[in-house]
């Protein structure tokens, strides 16, 4: 489990423990706490108004850390592969990491397209101090609701420094989920996919990530990740540090890992030194 301070100031670790502010049904706070005190233990606590809140903000914090991820099969199967076998049996728990809430995920996702992860980790800690919640007690802040990005002007998410048309299509994505046409917790993802992708500025690799870090969908690679394009055109092109490969190469490439792509592909980027692991790694 990563016992680190998230770059978007949401998660904190204070003496071992892993701190996270929630808001149960969008108003009530949920303040949850995780610690490892063995390899093969995760122990978590939370506080809030509620009994049902709290186990629900336990059961969230559970998602996002990947503790209920049935791995076993997956390590049975490639443990001995010729290129994440290594790292497979080295870091054997090794899990893919996410977001307690799903849209979370795709509002991150789309903040971080196509810019360095340390600028897009600064625009979501200002959409974080400027439209999140805060917890007086704590100092914990939350992510944004859907419905509160939902009104917002593009114009006061460019003052974070989001691009203009990236400003546009998180609007666009909060109202898709704020009014309902978009069920993010709906077992059919791919019916939210499609109206989701029908949003100029919202293309396969944030469908990816959503699915990836926000729905725990370990069969889907967010294949036009740079860290994958590398990779996977270094290891086709002969060791060439140069070399870049397509995403359909990428998706290519990966598909004999099915129906754990995602979860490979963190095992390959941990091999190959790849800085995207570090996104999506527990």
């Known amino acids: 489990m990563p016992l680190r301070n998230g770059l978007d100031g949401l998660t904190r670790v204070r003496g071992g423990v892993l701190h996270r502010l929630l808001h149960y049904e969008a108003d009530m706070p949920v303040l949850v706490r995780a610690a490892q005190p063995a390899g093969d233990r995760v122990v978590f606590g939370a506080r809030a108004a509620t009994r049902e809140a709290a186990e629900w903000g336990i059961e969230r ?8 991820q049935d791995i ?7 443990r001995f592969d010729p290129l994440i076998g290594r790292s497979v049996r080295s870091v054997p728990g090794l899990r893919v990491g996410g977001k307690p809430e799903p849209f979370e995920a795709l509002a991150w996702a789309i ?3 196509l810019i360095e992860f340390s600028r897009a980790a600064a625009i979501e800690r200002r959409l974080i101090a400027r439209l999140g919640r805060r917890c007086s007690v704590t100092g914990l802040r939350d992510a944004p609701t859907a419905s509160v990005l939902a009104g917002q002007a593009p114009a ?8 203009g048309g990236r400003a546009v299509a998180l609007v666009r994505a909060a109202r898709e989920v704020a ?7 709906d077992r059919d993802h791919e019916r939210g996919w499609r109206r989701l992708r029908a949003i100029p500025g919202i293309g396969s690799w944030t469908i990816q990530m959503l699915a990836l870090t926000g729905q725990g969908r370990l ?6 990740d740079v ?45 190959g030194g790849g800085a995207a692991a570090s996104r999506v790694a527990a």
């Open 61 to 68: 914090m559970r998602w996002a850390l990947g503790v209920d």
């Open 72 to 78: 076993e099969p997956f390590y049975d199967r490639f």
């Open 111 to 113: 903040c971080e397209q």
């Open 156 to 163: 006061l998410l460019q003052s974070c420094d989001l691009s």
């Open 179 to 185: 009014t309902g046409r978009v069920d993010l917790y």
């Open 219 to 224: 069969d889907q690679l967010p294949c036009g």
């Open 227 to 271: 860290g994958y394009l590398k990779l996977v055109g270094r290891l086709q092109g002969g060791g060439d540090p140069w070399a870049r490969a397509t995403e359909e190469e990428v998706e290519e490439f990966f598909a004999p890992y099915a129906p754990w792509a995602g979860l490979a592909g963190l095992h390959a980027l941990r091999i």
